[in-house]
């Protein structure tokens, strides 16, 4: 649970000492009513018994500040403010902790000129030992500074509904969005029940939503709080008092299988607990999964945790992201973008508006996460604001409130972000894998690694049912593509992202062909210096690949191509082909491929596959490719 301050909310119990007692009998009757159902926690009818006690003395300190304190309990605020008000002008201000009480209270009505002038005289006065009272007091002197400069520079916002489509009378909440921005999935709360839905964008268009899956959705159980991962294919979801459940609260995913969703299966320990485990945030590659937990070790109530996926599919044991992003009070609803580096997420731990406000922050080279960025005014407001999802292409973000234009009990809207709370652009590469024959779909490997730090972007398998990927691209790298199955060639792209040039993704129809004697393909990312034979270290992606290939199907035999653009001397263009082919050759050999089943040869500029007039023409002549001499 919550870890709370016992000062917050033992005010009103102790309060009063020094206050003003009322000698009419009536009122006071009344106030030891009220003390009754305080003993039973009954705090509305404790409420009615101290407006009475009120009603019968006007001037009877200690059922006005108990009233102040109990609207301050149950956040009825602007009613709050009013009773303590009262009891200051009556003089009861010799305890200064009605200074801190009002003060919050005007914190969450956005009264923050006020609450700053009455939580600086809490701070001077407070003579108290209460740390974390104290402390709770200096975060609320930080909110009120943050929230005057941040309405003085309002950020441009203006929330749109998504439209009768998507929300419905019911309470729609909670949106997750695919990479290509076409598939939205949602939780929608009908009598109590939360489930999913789903809604497909055509022709820029949602569709009318529906139910996501009988295998995930149920009617004796809630699911919410889910996050997708960028292609689509595995929901990570939460699932509460579930039979095979470690706690309250579980971790759920479920892949999907072809045009359908799997069972879903439990994460277990060590990811899931005895204790409060929620609001999973899948990264794009699949590795690394966030999530919210009050389980021991953190350094507030809740916290965000990350676990790593290893090789073998096991989740690490869960770390707290600690104090770059945890505060000793609440954070919650993570959402990683796309692009792999940007968290939003919230907290009323970090200085804001009041309540829960929305932040950012962007993980660097070492992976450490910046400084939280605050959404500001009146992206975050003295009101809660949590659950904030930013699209594929970072110019939109997603979220649900009931605002006043709503359908429903709570919608989903969204807003254009402003320029500084962007994420990385990325862009992505999506299609399909079929035979090149028969034109069925192949279940096929696709990978996507990232040729500077060779770390994996994508690495999934395609559905024999549909053949269907879609693997994300953060701009800022180059990477290597490939597509494998087994008793076919594989296919080899190469996407050059290092500058951003627009985020139009690749979109591709790949056609395996069967392996047989005569088959050519060029190897898009093998690599070179200028004029030179030496493999390059990006290549060993490709070469990886290329080995694999060899490896799983012993019987092949493959000559190693060179090739070179007509620029320069001719013999000198032969002799450069005939080196790069044997560089690769020899990487072969000292990876125990049998010598026998390989040769290599040079051609030079003389199987040009594009015309030398320009330099891009010229680019895919400059090629290493190989050819299969026998089976």
């Known amino acids: 649970m919550k870890k709370i301050s016992i000062a917050a909310f033992l005010v009103f119990l102790i309060l009063g000492v020094n206050a003003q007692n009322s000698t009419v009998k009536k009122a006071t009757a009344d106030f030891d009513k009220a003390q009754a159902y305080l003993n039973n926690n009954e705090y509305e009818a404790a409420i009615a018994s101290l407006k009475d006690a009120v009603a019968a003395d006007a001037n009877f300190q200690n059922a006005i500040i108990q009233l102040a304190e109990l609207n301050r309990r149950i956040r ?6 009013l009773y303590y008000n009262k009891a200051l002008a009556l003089g009861a201000g010799s305890d200064v902790r009605l200074h801190y009480g009002l003060a919050e209270c005007q914190i969450n009505t956005g009264d923050y000129q006020s609450a700053l ?3 600086n005289v809490f701070i001077e006065k407070y003579t108290g030992n209460d740390k974390a009272f104290l402390a709770k007091a200096e975060k609320y002197r930080k909110d009120c500074e943050f929230s005057i400069q941040a309405l003085k520079t309002p950020q441009k916002y203006e929330p749109v509904n998504l439209g009768a489509k998507i929300n419905s009378k019911h309470r729609d909440y909670f949106p997750a969005i695919t990479a290509d921005n076409e598939t939205l999935i949602f ?15 055509v022709d820029k268009e949602w569709t009318d939503p529906v139910s996501l899956s009988s295998n995930i959705n149920t009617s004796q159980f809630n699911e919410g709080a889910q996050s997708i991962s960028p292609d689509g294919q595995y929901l990570f979801f939460t699932g509460c008092n579930r039979p095979n459940g470690l706690g309250r609260c579980d971790i759920y995913v479920s892949h999907k299988e072809g045009n359908n969703w799997g069972q879903p299966f439990n994460l277990g320990a060590p990811v899931n607990s005895m204790y409060w485990e929620s609001q999973p945030a899948i990264s794009p590659d699949g590795s690394t999964l966030y999530f919210v937990s009050n389980r021991p070790g953190g350094i507030g109530g809740y916290d965000i945790w990350k676990t790593l996926l290893n090789e073998e599919g096991e989740w690490s044991v869960p770390v707290n992201l600690g104090p770059e992003i945890n505060t000793p009070y609440d954070e919650n609803t993570p959402f990683l973008h796309a692009d792999g580096k940007t968290l939003y997420f919230s907290s009323d731990g970090w200085p804001g508006m009041g ?3 929305i932040f950012m922050s962007r993980m660097d080279s070492t992976s450490h996460w910046s400084k939280p960025l605050n959404m500001g005014y009146p992206i975050n407001s003295f009101s809660e604001e949590t ?17 006043k234009d709503g359908h429903g009990d709570m919608d989903i809207y969204q807003f254009k972000l402003p320029e500084d709370k962007k994420p990385m652009a990325i862009t992505y590469v999506k299609g399909i894998v079929r035979d090149k024959e028969t034109r069925k779909f192949l279940e096929a490997r696709v990978q996507v690694v990232n040729l500077g730090n060779k770390k994996t972007a994508y690495n999934d398998y395609t559905s024999k049912d549909n053949g269907e990927f879609l693997a994300v691209m953060p701009f800022g790298a180059d990477y290597a593509f490939n597509v494998s199955a087994d008793g076919y060639l594989f296919y080899s792209e190469n996407y050059e992202l290092k500058s951003v040039n627009g985020n139009k993704p690749f979109l591709l129809e790949i056609d395996l062909e069967r392996l ?7 190897l898009k990312n093998i690599f070179f210096d200028t004029n030179e034979y030496t493999l390059l270290p990006a290549s060993v992606t490709e070469l990886a690949t290329l080995k694999e290939l060899l490896k799983n199907n012993p019987n092949i035999h493959i000559e190693v191509q060179g090739h070179t653009d007509n620029v320069g001397n001719d013999l000198q263009n032969e002799k450069l082909s005939v080196n790069r082919a044997k560089a690769v050759y020899d990487h072969l050999i000292e990876s125990k491929i049998d010598a026998a089943r390989l040769t290599y040869k040079g051609y030079g500029e003389t199987k040009p596959i594009a015309g030398n007039e320009t330099e891009e023409k ?14």
């Open 618 to 631: 010229r680019k895919k002549n400059r090629r290493t490719s190989f050819i299969i001499t026998k089976i």
């Open 187 to 201: 939780s929608r709360n009908i009598d109590g029940n939360e489930d999913f839905f789903i809604s497909k964008k």
């Open 387 to 403: 659950g904030l999802i930013v699209s594929p292409n970072g110019t939109e973000a997603f979220f649900s409130s009931n605002l």
């Open 76 to 81: 009825s605020f602007e009613e709050a403010k």
């Open 355 to 357: 309540s829960k406000d």
């Open 516 to 522: 047989k004697v005569g088959t050519n393909m060029v």
């Open 117 to 119: 002038k009455n939580i």
